[in-house]
Each structure stands twice: as structure tokens, then as C-alpha cells.
């Protein structure tokens, strides 16, 4: 998964402009969405979400938590 800034968005865009988050998904595969500057969700286009679990043997908390400790190095940067 790839983060870049043009797949940040504010909590607020996200709650007031959901379909524009949406497209962006639809274009880039994700959106992390920021609380108080910070990552806190990851909106993930299904497929991709399927694509990297296999949902037969995972639930959603696992897959969330491998996604995550895969990108962690992303993730911090971006916190800073």
C-alpha cells in the first residue's frame, strides 16, 4: 500500500464530503484519514482489502493489525 499526500484527508473533509473520499479510493485504492493531524483510519477499496487477506482465516482485527505492521514505517513517518 502506498501513502501519499494526496491520500490524506481531515476526519472533518471525510465527514462532510464522504463521496469525494469514496472517488478517491476509487482512484488511489486508499484513504487515511487523519484525527488531530495524526493517521487514525484507513478507508481501503474492498478488493484490495480482499486481495491481502484471506477472509476464510482472518478476521477483520487481524487483517487490520497485519495491514498495519506491513505500512507501520509509513504510518510514523506521517505522524511526524
Known sequence: MNINVENLVSISEANQNFSRIARLVDEHGTAVILKNNAPRYV????????????????????????????????FEELVK
Do not use: T
Not at 50 to 74: G, T
Open 43 to 74: 478507508l481501503l477499496d474492498y478488493g484490495l482489502f480482499h486481495k491481502n487477506a484471506d477472509a476464510d482465516d482472518e478476521s477483520v482485527d487481524a487483517v487490520a493489525r497485519r495491514i498495519l505492521a506491513e505500512h507501520i514505517k509509513a
